[in-house]
């Protein structure tokens, strides 16, 4: 968990920087185009400001993606370079506050989670798989095999 003791910010703000395995972020994603497997780097600065805190600083993930248009596998770097979160300590929205200690992992994994991507792609311009079936069109030309078609035609089958 990614955790800080309200006491430390009495004497200035206070300089975050690490990394929180992916297990404590529980992202609970099932997509199978995109996975979170290695632990996500931060590095924070957090301040008191009169009645909140502002924490501002950079996140960054390495997800590890298949191209949703021809299913290569590929490295997604996600990064959130200006993230900042306000966190009231007072009324009705405040942090919650256990032994002076604020949790940051739930705002961390709720912007983190926002910026995934919907339909990963391996470069902008990918020509999805028609590129790779006309390669293999071109091949069987060079190679000719029966393609299943054929060897479906040559069944006889009775009504």
Same mark, same amino acid.
């Given at each position: ?9 009495? *004497? ?6 690490? *990394? ?13 185009? !995109? ?10 600065? #957090? *301040?008191?400001?009169?009645? %909140?805190?502002? #924490?501002?600083?950079? +996140? ?12 290569? #596998? ?10 900042? !979160?306000? +966190?009231? +300590? ?13 949790? +940051? ?24 798989? %028609?590129?790779?079936?006309?390669? %293999? ?23």
């Amino acid at each position: 968990m990614l955790k800080f003791n309200l006491r430390h910010l009495e *004497e200035g703000e206070i300089h975050l920087q690490g *990394e929180l395995p992916v297990a404590e972020l529980d992202f609970g994603v099932t997509d199978e185009m !995109v996975r979170a497997e290695k632990p996500l780097r931060y590095d924070l600065q #957090v *301040e008191l400001l009169d009645d %909140s805190l502002l #924490v501002t600083g950079s +996140l960054r993930l390495t997800l590890d993606c298949e191209c949703v248009r021809c299913l290569k #596998v590929f490295k997604y770097e996600l990064q959130l370079d200006d993230w900042t !979160v306000h +966190l009231p +300590l007072e009324g009705e929205d405040k942090v919650s506050v256990n032994n002076d200690c604020v949790d +940051l992992t739930p705002f961390v994994r709720e912007d983190t989670l926002l910026e995934f991507p919907q339909h990963p792609l391996c470069q902008p311009d990918c020509a999805g798989l %028609s590129k790779k079936i006309k390669a %293999s069109e071109a091949e069987n030309k060079e190679d000719p095999k029966p393609l299943a078609w054929v060897e479906l035609d040559k069944l006889k089958l009775n009504n």
